[in-house]
């Protein structure tokens, strides 16, 4: 394969395995100094195939320096989804000199015609930082007599209790267990049933406490990811609760469905652990595919990437609790500002002409009487991604029709769309890489994460409007700090 088929649609930005599968990202912990980030991987191709955990560390989150595969599959089965923790005070026994990380996973075994396939969890631990891992002499920790899908375990420590809480996706609710030392768990609670979407096979929970911004009020929420189901167009997708959690249950506010992410490609995310208390963050990132067209998507010799970090906080709006979603600072260092936008009037369309391989663009909007406007973010001059705010539906729709490469799937090339409150006063971040396009409106209360497959990132953007004008009050457009 020549080099340019491999690199064709190669993030910049994003992390992405040098070669072949990848998916969820897993075990994500911040320890000494890195933030480690291990994925479910296929070492063999590039479509799914018997798991693997990948491993790469990072100093800031952006930039990744891909490690040797952490775990491989053994006798209790390959390895699936899961977590990882700094075992600060030695809770397990393994730490007994200095703590290190414990990594929670599950354990698959392939089923056969007559017996359904198991699924357990399992441990392993590590003394040099992530580098080499043993797994535990009991595993598995924890098994079901009669629930085949029992997967994904994201594990905290809670304070208040002084126990590990272990988060569990058990067919279409999450199980809570508790520990004291990682090994032995007891059930707590089951939460999910008649709450939110089930359209799909739950997957990936993370449950995590958080500010609510500008006040001192604290919400716990419950990320969960669905999955694909043939019968519906969106393919696979992430939900979230806002609500209470006292150790032991699980209490939503709410049973509506409120999606975490818009776009078609933002899935399985979860958060870091142990960031430290100084810092405060709960940061997140996602697989940026779906499984409806995963295995299908066009890049050679490499396949997925994951979404940027983005940093969580929950804002109320009216009397409803949002997950809202910031990009991490650490990212702002790898753009130089190149033109601040003030005051500008659109009425038709302002085009920016550049040719870069990732864009950062801020923009502040204010609708003074157009019916339509947008962005065109023009990949080549025949390709391009199209975002539209809509005064009639009160919607913002992202048309990736003439993105670049859609064939691989029907699905791809249909409109997603978010409807909102109103269009008059909008903020929206737009970050452009190779071959994807995340989307931040309102100060993050809305996300639309696409993967695009153009021939390159992009030549221009051109701020447009119909039927009327805009103003933008203030912005940026800026490009990568050679
Ligand atoms: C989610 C998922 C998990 C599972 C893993 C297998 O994308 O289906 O539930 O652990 O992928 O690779």
């Known amino acids: 394969m020549t080099v340019d088929l491999l690199e064709k649609y190669r993030p910049k930005l994003h992390f992405a395995p040098k070669q072949n599968w990848m998916n969820d990202?897993?075990?994500?912990?911040?320890?000494?100094?890195?933030?480690?980030?291990?994925?479910?991987?296929?070492?063999?191709?590039?479509?799914?195939?018997?798991?693997?955990?990948?491993?790469?560390?990072?100093?800031?989150?952006?930039s990744w320096e891909e490690l040797d595969i952490a775990l491989y599959p053994d006798e209790h089965g390959t390895i699936f989804s899961g977590s990882a923790v700094v075992d600060w005070n030695n809770t397990s026994g393994?730490?007994?000199?200095?703590?290190?990380?414990?990594?929670?996973?599950?354990?698959?075994l392939d089923g056969t015609e007559e017996k359904p396939s198991v699924q357990t969890q399992s441990l392993a631990f590590s003394?040099?930082?992530?580098?080499?891992?043993?797994?535990?002499?009991?595993?598995?920790?924890?098994?079901?007599?009669?629930?085949?899908?029992?997967?994904?375990?994201?594990?905290?420590w809670h304070k208040e209790t002084e126990k590990w809480i272990m988060s569990l996706a058990t067919g279409?609710?999450?199980?809570?267990?508790?520990?004291?030392?990682?090994?032995?768990?007891?059930?707590?609670?089951?939460?999910?049933?008649?709450?939110?979407?089930?359209?799909?096979?739950?997957?990936?929970?993370?449950?995590?406490?958080?500010?609510?911004?500008?006040?001192?009020?604290?919400?716990?929420?419950?990320?969960?990811?669905?999955?694909?189901?043939?019968?519906?167009?969106?393919?696979?997708?992430?939900q979230y609760f806002t609500g209470s959690f006292d150790g032991s249950t699980f209490t939503a506010d709410h049973d509506s469905i409120k999606l975490l992410d818009f776009g078609k490609d933002n899935y399985a995310g979860v958060s870091f652990s142990d960031i430290p208390e100084e810092d405060g963050r709960r940061i997140y990132l996602g697989w940026m595919s779906n499984w409806r067209y995963a295995n299908q998507v066009p890049t050679e010799g490499?396949?997925?990437?994951?979404?940027?970090?983005?940093?969580?906080?929950?804002?109320?709006?009216?009397?409803?609790?949002?997950?809202?979603?910031?990009?991490?600072?650490?990212?702002?260092?790898?753009?130089?500002?190149?033109?601040?936008i003030h005051d500008v009037i659109v009425d038709g369309t302002k085009t920016f002409k550049m040719d870069e391989s990732n864009v950062d663009l801020d923009l502040n909007i204010e609708r003074v009487d157009a019916e339509q406007f947008g962005i065109t973010l023009h990949h080549t001059e025949e390709q391009h991604?199209?975002?539209?705010?809509?005064?009639?539906?009160?919607?913002?729709?992202?048309?990736?029709?003439?993105?670049?490469?859609?064939?691989?799937?029907?699905?791809?090339?249909l409109d997603q769309e978010v409807k909102l409150e109103n269009i008059d006063d909008i903020q929206l971040r737009l970050v452009v890489d190779s071959s994807s396009?995340?989307?931040?409106?309102?100060?993050?209360?809305?996300?639309?994460?696409?993967?695009?497959?153009?021939?390159?990132?992009?030549?221009?953007?051109?701020?447009?409007?119909?039927?009327?004008?805009?103003?933008?009050?203030?912005?940026?457009?800026?490009?990568?700090s050679k």
Not at 30 to 52: A, K, R, S
Not at 94 to 108: E, K, N, R
Not at 312 to 339: C, H, W
Request: hydrophobic share 35%; aromatic share 14%.
């Open 172 to 238: 279409q609710t999450i199980t809570f267990y508790s520990s004291t030392n990682l090994i032995d768990w007891k059930f707590e609670s089951e939460f999910g049933e008649g709450m939110g979407s089930h359209d799909g096979v739950w997957e990936c929970p993370d449950l995590f406490k958080l500010k609510v911004e500008g006040s001192n009020e604290e919400k716990w929420v419950l990320i969960v990811s669905i999955g694909d189901n043939p019968e519906f167009d969106q393919g696979s997708f992430t």
């Open 302 to 340: 490499w396949r997925s990437q994951m979404t940027l970090p983005r940093e969580l906080t929950v804002r109320k709006v009216g009397q409803d609790y949002k997950v809202v979603q910031k990009l991490v600072k650490e990212l702002n260092s790898y753009f130089s500002k190149k033109e601040d």
């Open 127 to 156: 003394h040099d930082k992530g580098r080499t891992w043993t797994k535990y002499e009991g595993n598995p920790v924890l098994g079901h007599e009669t629930k085949v899908d029992f997967r994904d375990p994201k594990v905290f």
């Open 437 to 480: 396009v995340e989307l931040l409106v309102n100060e993050g209360e809305y996300s639309v994460t696409s993967l695009v497959y153009p021939d390159k990132a992009c030549e221009g953007i051109s701020v447009f409007t119909s039927n009327g004008a805009i103003k933008v009050t203030n912005g940026y457009v800026s490009s990568p």
């Open 94 to 108: 393994f730490f007994p000199d200095a703590p290190g990380l414990v990594a929670i996973f599950t354990h698959h």
């Open 25 to 62: 990202p897993n075990g994500m912990v911040y320890f000494e100094g890195e933030y480690h980030l291990f994925y479910q991987y296929y070492p063999n191709g590039t479509t799914w195939g018997p798991m693997h955990w990948g491993h790469a560390v990072s100093k800031d989150m952006i």
């Open 385 to 413: 991604t199209t975002i539209t705010f809509d005064q009639e539906k009160n919607a913002l729709v992202v048309d990736r029709k003439n993105s670049g490469a859609i064939d691989f799937s029907d699905m791809f090339s």
